[in-house]
């Protein structure tokens, strides 16, 4: 396909694509999905190799907030049955992310709920991820922890963190169809706070909201302009007692498009499967490997996702390696970028949104109806904030 060589020629030179180009992509049919696949491959292996880094979320602060993302179980008047609780204690979330990087993560990704941080808020995680840097020398850090000032940037920096996690997860044009509380400006102001400060940013987005491809190319272009180094590409979960959950729109092959998608537009950023890949991607979850770079290990933040061993398993079984801390994750160029502006060299993030636990539908589905699995919609019940051991 004619299409395809051009995509594959632009991602080995890090060219963007055409709006066009990016949506014929997700306009392909079932009987060009493995093309698509191999072909937005090569892209990866060009700038990732064959490495997958894992990322390990810990939920520092649960539920209970005040902001209306449609699709967060943690929403204001959200029924869903998660975990509530306040700040974790240093030493349960050290103890946490212990077990994440023990597992094989290399990266800890330090999420709240909330707006955004109190100095006070900035004061309790630095401290903590000074802890988790002083316990686990070469750790990888991200926060998490929504809207940032200037100022709390500078203080999380300082700390020790090496990213920031903020999610602009829709296009711009229907941000206020999903949350009211804050705007799509204000995400994209601390994104653009956390890069001024050296940290590496963050950011991605929600796919299964309703959103039209049209959405799904702007705000994967919007990120693009953006320039985070990591992006986390999320699938919604619609969580029982959220207003998404009845939005149940997306396929196993639908949901390898968009990877396939986003690869084509960021080629040489840690594209990471995030939210939603068990419950969407099912028992295609290995193809999805080909696409991105980066994963999360384990649990979610309100969710359970499969087993620690069996991800691991996965990522061998599909012939990759799990990548090790000795390894920049980016490449060079990338690298050299931003050990120039201050940062850590090797970028990724989680985000209080996506992580984990969104919620909503899609349009447009070319490869029939999606299922309604919400047997593969399990809270969290164990690690952070309960007695139980943790996934990992
Ligand atoms: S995504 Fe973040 S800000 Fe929005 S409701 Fe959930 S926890 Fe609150």
Redesign the pocket.
Known sequence: MDLLKTLVDKGLRRELPTRDEALAVLATSDDELLDVVAAAGRVRRQWFGRRVKLNYLVNLKS?L?????S??????G?KAEILKYTWLGKDEAVAAAGAGLAGGAKRVCLV?????PTDRDVDRVSQTIEAIKEANEGVEVCACL??LSGDQAERLRTAGADAYNHNL?TSEATYGDI?T??TYADRVSTVQQAQAAGLSACSGLIAGMGESDEDLVDVVFSLRELDPDSVPVNFLIPFEGTPLAKEWNLTPQRALRILAMVRFVCPDVEVRLAGGREVHLRSMQPLALHLVNSIFLGDY?TSEGQAGKADLEMIADAGFEVEGSGTTTLPEHRAGALAAAGGCGSHGGG????CG??AEPAAEETSGAADVRTDLVNVRRRGAGTDLAPNA
């Open positions: 539920g907030c005040p902001e209306d993302c699709y967060c179980s943690q929403r204001l959200s709240a709920s909330g707006r955004g929504g809207l997860n949350t509380t804050h933040l985000s209080c949104a996506p636990d969104a």
